[in-house]
Every structure is written in C-alpha cells, then in structure tokens.
C-alpha cells in the first residue's frame, strides 16, 4: 500500500497538493510516482512568476528509466521552486511529501482546490492501476 496521506489533495497524474495557512499551495509528486519512476537523478522545476493553467506541464522529473512530466494540479501562478532538487534529486524518492516538494503556487480560484481528489479517492485510482 502506497503511503497517502491524508490532509493532502491528488490528481490522477500522481501529484499531491498540500494547502497552507496563507491560501498559498505546496506542490510534489506522490509516494506512487517516485517508485514508479525509481531513482531520480535530474529534476526541472518551474521558476517564480510563470502562471500556469491547470493540467498544464510545467515541471520535469528524470529517473534511470525514463522522463516524466509533472502537471499544474490547478491553475495559478508559481511563487517558488524547490532548490535543492536541483543538487539533490533523491529527495523526491526518499522524502516525496516533505523536503521533496517540487514548487510552490499563488492558485488563480483557490476553489479548485476543492474538486481535488482525497486519500481515498488517490487509493481507488491506484487501486484501479493494479
């Protein structure tokens, strides 16, 4: 079983979103995606100011395997990318929903937020994957 936590939102394309204090959202790649991936060894994020629309590809993740896309869950405009993915991708493998955050966005309707699946709805996408 895939870790899922809880207070988080997903999208099927296995990104998590994480909601803060200041109506501001935190933005990385579920637990799924990086075993899915295996380990990354180059990670691309999008740089302060870029407005992105939602299901927009706007980040890069790189594995021994393969390049995958990482999609703007909702639309808005990106505050920060995680620096230290760039010296250090790993983390996303070993720390995907905490230090392995991929950027930080300013949502244009932060009521998008609220179609977002929960844990559980991720679970039965996963679920469906098997």
């Known amino acids: 079983m895939s870790n899922i936590p809880a207070e988080l939102k997903y999208v099927k394309s296995h990104e998590w979103v994480r909601r803060e ?7 990385g790649i579920t637990d799924h995606a990086q075993h899915a991936l295996g380990d990354l060894v ?40 995680n620096p230290a993915l760039a010296n250090a991708p790993e983390i996303l493998n070993s720390d995907p929903y905490g230090a ?3 950027w930080k966005l300013k949502p244009s309707n932060p009521a998008d937020l609220d179609a977002l699946l929960d844990a559980a709805g991720y679970q039965k996408i996963l679920d469906e994957l098997k």
Not at 50 to 67: I, N
């Open 100 to 102: 392995g955050w991929m």
């Open 21 to 27: 204090a200041d109506g501001t959202v935190v933005i």
């Open 42 to 81: 180059f990670v691309d994020v999008p740089k302060a100011g870029r407005k992105v629309a939602s299901g927009e590809a706007c980040a890069v993740v790189e594995s021994v395997k393969a390049a995958s896309d990482v999609y703007a869950p909702v639309a808005g405009e990106v505050l920060e990318g």
